[in-house]
């Protein structure tokens, strides 16, 4: 059986969260303003990446039963 989280490590777990979904927003927002492809396609990158981990960090979550 795999031991839940303290409450504090689910506060921290949810600070990062938050701080990742932040990041994936700015680059969304900043994203049209970017006129070099090479710099375009490294954001594009990032932020399939930091969306796949946040995905990642969602389905800890709810595996330690948190909403």
Do not use: T
């Not at 492809?37 to 796949?52: A, T, V």
């Amino acid at each position: 059986m795999a031991s839940k989280l303290a409450p504090h490590e689910a506060l921290e777990l949810h600070e990062l969260m938050d701080c990742e979904i932040s990041v994936v927003k700015k680059l969304k927002a900043s994203l049209p303003m970017v006129q070099d492809n090479e710099l375009k396609e490294f954001m594009e990158n990032r932020i399939r990446n930091k969306s796949q981990q946040i995905d990642e960090m969602i389905q800890f979550a709810k595996s330690q039963g948190i909403e």
